[in-house]
């Protein structure tokens, strides 16, 4: 906007300031500059030396990294137990969001703040607590081990861990949609004389994937990541229960930053890829809770 | 304080909301702006309150330029829409908010601005309330709040945005004659948006009617719906019957149905608007037309019985192809029509818009009678 | 739900048979994937007395860790606490081209691996980083000490305080800022006493989530931090310690602390939800009233 230079003594008893910004509201220069200093310090930048480490690699020494058998052996034990993780979360958050949502019962609200339960503890916590529970003479272990399973120090232990720590996904982004469902349209189709899975599966769950796909997305992007929880119980056998944050570690200590570099920059162009892809699908599906 | 808009542009990325908008709003009256939604007129309130800026043009109060001027300085009263009450804030606190925003130079002390609260709180009748919170309130008497609030510090120029939007009727007319006194009493220059037509035509002394940003007309409420200056003006202002048609040689025909039209040497398409008021209804076609109808429906309540009709032989393009006509009770107590009985309409007075023209000629058969009797004559 | 005051079952899975047993289901996961894990850290934590559990944790290295800790969380929550705030405010309360990107950023660190963000600032700060290495010809040294410990646990926390503040007050709108920028109020007056008073319990929660992932934060933390017992060693990292040295009660003892604040995160969780709920209920019944 051109300025006015003659506002002059429109109204006197008045400080007289140009509206230099446009803005009706304060602070849009601060919080701008505070919000990209932040992200540049915090987010950004830390990306170079990363960036600068892998392209000082050839092609070839890159390729060789990460495509060593044991690291390659790492990314498969990391996308199946991520899979299993997300899909046990998919079908057990699903029906913990229903029960919280569609039922009274006693209980139902310990219940309700016990699903932030893997947020709020931290993950060696959670590591050191699973691995206990599930060793050979653990609570649950020693029961397993009568039948034969075991789980502590095996790729199922990973599993469970990864489970255990993005349990709250599913629950969390399926639990509003459900709630906001039209008792109208459930109550049109029982009462047409539809059962009750005929109803679910033709009205209620088309209503649901959107916002349950995201939460299974969502679990399975943490699972891939997922370091402290996991690496109590997997036991860390090469080739069989290493997982890749695990390899990128050990390639740490070894001091061998450019392998690591390289393996990082692969699991973090995955993350996000994976998090611009879950914002698209949002952005198309879930117009309605947006910033979730 | 007059208020002057001059040549106002606003874009909203590829939408042009506002289309070189000028106008001038009179000191001390009540304006409406009405339009449809989407015809700029929220837009325009706010760009004339600087809570939007505009892409080219300039805003001026009582001759001095303040388009550059921030919100915060302009001193205007703003009622928003959905009256934008401080929710953690009570009554007292919310009607008190701008006294105590003001330069510590000018705000009044803390006992002035309780008396002027308590003043404010029994001018909207509500002194009983001062301690509850908005969402304690019903939406009439929030309203009442959002307008002593804004009109606390004095300002001499009030906006309104829907003001009565999300009420409903009742409250809403006792709120719009209670607005009025209010005018009345404090001679603000004050602007209101609206979407309906009754109010603005009841409640301000000036309409302006905006679509698609662009500025249709003004005029006071009565000559506006006597004297509308485009299809669209007419449209929106309340109920109207239409037959298209062709004109040939002074008559208007299409299918069954013809109108003279004396005075008129157009040739070629034609629309003829009739307001419902502007009809008659007779057993017998007229002398100067002949529109054949059937009764659809006879609505008895309210202070006219309203008789829709639909065409017969013939189209009308208004919505669901139907003529609505209003008679007085005793007119209906003589002629009892009833659903589907045949009438002729006879216009009064009618508005022609030839072809293309934007602007209708007004026809008068009554006062064109006796000198049509000549032409046949010849 | 509210509608159907009707005895008889409307809705799907309200049949007696599919209710409990998706409850039973429900109820059986919670107790065994959640209370019973809970429960087994302070039941650990108690396996040889109270008094051992008192020795663990009045243990030199275990209260230099306790402080470490509680330091770090001191310095992260108040700078996350500005920018969360700073980010909510500006794409809430305008347009501008690049908000959506800006969004979408902020998740990164939910969506990168713990390893992965203290892997890059390792890189850049350590000693052969671009920054890392002028920093040591400066005679500083962030990496395997507290400053990048909390520089990592900046990165990790920083979306939680924003991501809790940004669906509130974009549902809550401008309007009422506006309103007060009308009857004259200045920029931080606005701040105060409007937008605080409306977003005070979301920022209590994005505060309280902030803290309970600084203080807990571990696969980040233990890259930059070299674990020296008694320097660099944060709580988490001390847990680990321990229960690699096969020092079971003292590894739980610890691990109990972190669980109290766990337990502590939910139920401020709960009272916030709870509070919002009765100012929502408070709302609806008056109005029908």
Redesign the interface.
């Given at each position: 906007?051109?300025?006015?230079s003659?506002?002059?003594?429109?109204?006197p008893?008045?400080?007289?300031?140009?509206?230099r910004s446009?803005?009706?509201?304060?602070?849009?220069g601060?919080?701008?500059g505070?919000?990209l200093l932040?992200?540049s310090l915090?987010?950004?930048?830390?990306?170079?030396?990363?960036v600068?480490?892998v392209s000082a690699m050839s092609f070839n020494e890159f390729w060789f990294v990460v495509t060593d058998p044991r690291v390659v052996a790492s990314y498969k034990v990391t996308v199946l137990a991520a899979l299993a993780a997300s899909a046990f979360n998919g079908a057990?958050g699903l029906?913990?969001a229903?029960?919280?949502v569609?039922?009274e019962?006693p209980?139902k609200?310990?219940?309700d703040?016990?699903?932030?339960?893997?947020?709020?503890?931290?993950?060696?916590?959670?590591g050191?607590?699973?691995a206990?529970?599930f060793a050979a003479n653990g609570?649950y272990g020693q029961w397993l081990s009568k039948v034969g399973i075991e789980i502590a120090f095996t790729p199922v232990g990973i599993v469970v861990a990864m489970?255990?720590t993005s349990?709250p996904f599913v629950v969390r982004t399926v639990q509003p949609v459900l709630e906001e469902l039209a008792?109208e349209d459930?109550?049109a189709a029982?009462s047409l004389g539809a059962s009750?899975g005929h109803?679910?599966r033709r009205?209620?769950f088309p209503a649901l994937w959107p916002a349950l796909l995201t939460g299974v997305a969502l679990s399975f992007?943490?699972s891939?990541?997922?370091?402290?929880a996991v690496i109590?119980i997997a036991g860390n056998m090469p080739y069989v229960s290493e997982v890749?944050?695990?390899m990128?570690?050990i390639r740490?200590q070894e001091f061998d930053?450019a392998a690591?570099?390289a393996i990082?920059s692969v699991?973090?162009l995955v993350?996000?890829v994976?998090?611009?892809a879950i914002?698209l699908w949002q952005?198309r599906h879930l117009k309605r809770?947006?910033?979730? | 304080m007059t208020i002057t808009v001059n040549g106002i542009n606003k874009r909203f990325g590829k939408y042009q909301a506002l289309n070189n908008v000028s106008l001038d709003i009179p000191e001390g009256k009540l304006t409406a702006l009405l339009g449809p939604s989407g015809s700029g007129k929220t837009t325009l309130l706010r760009i004339i309150a600087g809570l939007e800026s505009a892409d080219s043009g300039r805003i001026n109060f009582a001759g001095q330029d303040v388009t550059g001027l921030h919100v915060r300085d302009r001193n205007i009263g703003f009622v928003f829409q959905h009256y934008a009450l401080f929710r953690h804030m009570s009554v007292a606190q919310n009607i008190a908010f701008g006294l105590e925003s003001l330069p510590r130079k000018q705000r009044p002390s803390r006992a002035e601005i309780h008396k002027r609260v308590t003043e404010l709180l029994e001018m909207i009748q509500l002194p009983h309330l001062a301690k509850r919170y908005p969402a304690q309130l019903s939406g009439g008497q929030k309203q009442r709040v959002a307008l002593a609030r804004a009109i606390a510090t004095r300002p001499q120029i009030l906006l309104l945005d829907e003001p009565f939007g999300a009420l409903d009727a009742k409250v809403r007319k006792d709120l719009r004659r209670w607005l009025r006194n209010l005018h009345d009493e404090f001679h603000f220059t004050s602007i209101f948006v609206t979407h309906d037509q009754e109010e603005a035509l009841e409640l301000s002394d000036q309409v302006v009617v905006m679509s698609q940003g662009n500025v249709e007309q003004v005029n006071e409420p009565t000559e506006l719906y006597a004297r509308p200056d485009s299809r669209f003006v007419f449209d929106f202002l309340g109920q109207v019957n239409v037959l298209p048609g062709e004109v040939q040689r002074g008559r208007l025909s299409q299918g069954k149905a013809w109108v003279t039209v004396p005075g008129s040497r157009h040739q070629g398409s034609a629309q003829l608007y009739l307001r419902p008021h502007e009809v008659r209804l007779a057993n017998e076609p007229g002398q100067y037309a002949h529109l054949p109808l059937r009764i659809e429906s006879v609505s008895l309540i309210g202070s006219e019985v309203r008789i829709e009709l639909s065409p017969v032989g013939w189209q009308s393009n208004s919505p669901d192809n139907i003529w609505e006509v209003g008679i007085s009770h005793a007119e209906f107590n003589q002629q009892r029509p009833a659903r589907g009985d045949l009438r002729y309409a006879v216009p009064e007075v009618g508005h022609l818009f030839n072809d293309n023209d934007s602007q209708p000629t007004t026809i008068n058969w009554a006062e064109a009678a006796s000198a049509p009797l000549v032409r046949l004559i010849n | 739900m509210h509608s159907n005051p009707s005895p008889q079952h409307r809705r799907v899975g309200d049949s007696p048979v599919i209710k409990w047993l998706l409850i039973g289901i429900a109820i059986a996961i919670t107790v065994g994937l959640l209370i019973i894990p809970l429960l087994v850290i302070f039941l650990e934590a108690l396996g040889a007395g109270w008094g051992t559990l008192a020795d663990n944790l009045l243990d030199q290295y275990t209260l230099h860790a306790i402080g470490l800790t509680l330091f770090v969380a001191a310095l992260t929550v108040p700078l996350n606490l500005a920018f969360g705030t700073a980010l909510a405010w500006l794409v809430t309360r305008f347009r501008f081209p690049g908000r959506k990107l800006l969004i979408t950023l902020i998740d990164i660190p939910f969506a990168v691996s713990p390893v992965v963000a203290g892997l890059l600032y390792l890189l850049l700060y350590g000693r052969n980083g671009w920054v890392g290495s002028w920093l040591a010809d400066q005679d500083m040294q962030l990496m395997f000490s507290w400053p990048g410990i909390v520089m990592v646990t900046v990165f990790v926390t920083c979306p939680f305080v924003a991501r809790e503040l940004i669906p509130l007050m974009q549902q809550q709108g401008s309007e009422e800022e506006e309103a007060g920028v009308v009857l004259g109020a200045s920029g931080l007056r606005v701040f105060r006493t409007i937008t605080l008073p409306n977003i005070k319990w979301a920022l209590v929660y994005g505060v309280v989530l902030t803290n309970a992932r600084a203080v807990g934060e571990f696969g980040a933390v233990s890259v930059v931090s070299g674990n020296i017992r008694g320097q660099t060693n944060t709580l988490p990292l001390h847990v680990e310690l321990l229960y690699q040295d096969y020092n079971i009660v003292g590894a739980f003892a610890s691990a109990s602390l972190l669980a109290g604040i766990a337990v502590l995160t939910l139920v401020a969780k709960g009272l916030v939800e709870w509070r919002q709920a009765r100012a929502l209920n408070r709302l609806q019944t008056e109005e029908t009233a």
């Amino acid at each position: 906007m051109s300025t006015a230079s003659q506002t002059g003594a429109a109204t006197p008893q008045r400080r007289l300031r140009q509206n230099r910004s446009k803005r009706v509201l304060p602070g849009f220069g601060l919080s701008l500059g505070i919000s990209l200093l932040f992200i540049s310090l915090i987010l950004l930048l830390p990306l170079t030396g990363l960036v600068m480490e892998v392209s000082a690699m050839s092609f070839n020494e890159f390729w060789f990294v990460v495509t060593d058998p044991r690291v390659v052996a790492s990314y498969k034990v990391t996308v199946l137990a991520a899979l299993a993780a997300s899909a046990f979360n998919g079908a057990f958050g699903l029906l913990l969001a229903w029960v919280l949502v569609r039922y009274e019962f006693p209980g139902k609200r310990l219940i309700d703040a016990m699903v932030d339960l893997p947020f709020a503890l931290p993950t060696a916590v959670a590591g050191i607590t699973l691995a206990t529970l599930f060793a050979a003479n653990g609570w649950y272990g020693q029961w397993l081990s009568k039948v034969g399973i075991e789980i502590a120090f095996t790729p199922v232990g990973i599993v469970v861990a990864m489970a255990f720590t993005s349990l709250p996904f599913v629950v969390r982004t399926v639990q509003p949609v459900l709630e906001e469902l039209a008792p109208e349209d459930e109550e049109a189709a029982v009462s047409l004389g539809a059962s009750d899975g005929h109803v679910f599966r033709r009205v209620i769950f088309p209503a649901l994937w959107p916002a349950l796909l995201t939460g299974v997305a969502l679990s399975f992007t943490r699972s891939l990541g997922e370091f402290g929880a996991v690496i109590f119980i997997a036991g860390n056998m090469p080739y069989v229960s290493e997982v890749t944050s695990l390899m990128i570690f050990i390639r740490l200590q070894e001091f061998d930053y450019a392998a690591a570099s390289a393996i990082a920059s692969v699991v973090l162009l995955v993350s996000l890829v994976m998090l611009f892809a879950i914002t698209l699908w949002q952005a198309r599906h879930l117009k309605r809770i947006e910033g979730r | 304080m007059t208020i002057t808009v001059n040549g106002i542009n606003k874009r909203f990325g590829k939408y042009q909301a506002l289309n070189n908008v000028s106008l001038d709003i009179p000191e001390g009256k009540l304006t409406a702006l009405l339009g449809p939604s989407g015809s700029g007129k929220t837009t325009l309130l706010r760009i004339i309150a600087g809570l939007e800026s505009a892409d080219s043009g300039r805003i001026n109060f009582a001759g001095q330029d303040v388009t550059g001027l921030h919100v915060r300085d302009r001193n205007i009263g703003f009622v928003f829409q959905h009256y934008a009450l401080f929710r953690h804030m009570s009554v007292a606190q919310n009607i008190a908010f701008g006294l105590e925003s003001l330069p510590r130079k000018q705000r009044p002390s803390r006992a002035e601005i309780h008396k002027r609260v308590t003043e404010l709180l029994e001018m909207i009748q509500l002194p009983h309330l001062a301690k509850r919170y908005p969402a304690q309130l019903s939406g009439g008497q929030k309203q009442r709040v959002a307008l002593a609030r804004a009109i606390a510090t004095r300002p001499q120029i009030l906006l309104l945005d829907e003001p009565f939007g999300a009420l409903d009727a009742k409250v809403r007319k006792d709120l719009r004659r209670w607005l009025r006194n209010l005018h009345d009493e404090f001679h603000f220059t004050s602007i209101f948006v609206t979407h309906d037509q009754e109010e603005a035509l009841e409640l301000s002394d000036q309409v302006v009617v905006m679509s698609q940003g662009n500025v249709e007309q003004v005029n006071e409420p009565t000559e506006l719906y006597a004297r509308p200056d485009s299809r669209f003006v007419f449209d929106f202002l309340g109920q109207v019957n239409v037959l298209p048609g062709e004109v040939q040689r002074g008559r208007l025909s299409q299918g069954k149905a013809w109108v003279t039209v004396p005075g008129s040497r157009h040739q070629g398409s034609a629309q003829l608007y009739l307001r419902p008021h502007e009809v008659r209804l007779a057993n017998e076609p007229g002398q100067y037309a002949h529109l054949p109808l059937r009764i659809e429906s006879v609505s008895l309540i309210g202070s006219e019985v309203r008789i829709e009709l639909s065409p017969v032989g013939w189209q009308s393009n208004s919505p669901d192809n139907i003529w609505e006509v209003g008679i007085s009770h005793a007119e209906f107590n003589q002629q009892r029509p009833a659903r589907g009985d045949l009438r002729y309409a006879v216009p009064e007075v009618g508005h022609l818009f030839n072809d293309n023209d934007s602007q209708p000629t007004t026809i008068n058969w009554a006062e064109a009678a006796s000198a049509p009797l000549v032409r046949l004559i010849n | 739900m509210h509608s159907n005051p009707s005895p008889q079952h409307r809705r799907v899975g309200d049949s007696p048979v599919i209710k409990w047993l998706l409850i039973g289901i429900a109820i059986a996961i919670t107790v065994g994937l959640l209370i019973i894990p809970l429960l087994v850290i302070f039941l650990e934590a108690l396996g040889a007395g109270w008094g051992t559990l008192a020795d663990n944790l009045l243990d030199q290295y275990t209260l230099h860790a306790i402080g470490l800790t509680l330091f770090v969380a001191a310095l992260t929550v108040p700078l996350n606490l500005a920018f969360g705030t700073a980010l909510a405010w500006l794409v809430t309360r305008f347009r501008f081209p690049g908000r959506k990107l800006l969004i979408t950023l902020i998740d990164i660190p939910f969506a990168v691996s713990p390893v992965v963000a203290g892997l890059l600032y390792l890189l850049l700060y350590g000693r052969n980083g671009w920054v890392g290495s002028w920093l040591a010809d400066q005679d500083m040294q962030l990496m395997f000490s507290w400053p990048g410990i909390v520089m990592v646990t900046v990165f990790v926390t920083c979306p939680f305080v924003a991501r809790e503040l940004i669906p509130l007050m974009q549902q809550q709108g401008s309007e009422e800022e506006e309103a007060g920028v009308v009857l004259g109020a200045s920029g931080l007056r606005v701040f105060r006493t409007i937008t605080l008073p409306n977003i005070k319990w979301a920022l209590v929660y994005g505060v309280v989530l902030t803290n309970a992932r600084a203080v807990g934060e571990f696969g980040a933390v233990s890259v930059v931090s070299g674990n020296i017992r008694g320097q660099t060693n944060t709580l988490p990292l001390h847990v680990e310690l321990l229960y690699q040295d096969y020092n079971i009660v003292g590894a739980f003892a610890s691990a109990s602390l972190l669980a109290g604040i766990a337990v502590l995160t939910l139920v401020a969780k709960g009272l916030v939800e709870w509070r919002q709920a009765r100012a929502l209920n408070r709302l609806q019944t008056e109005e029908t009233a």
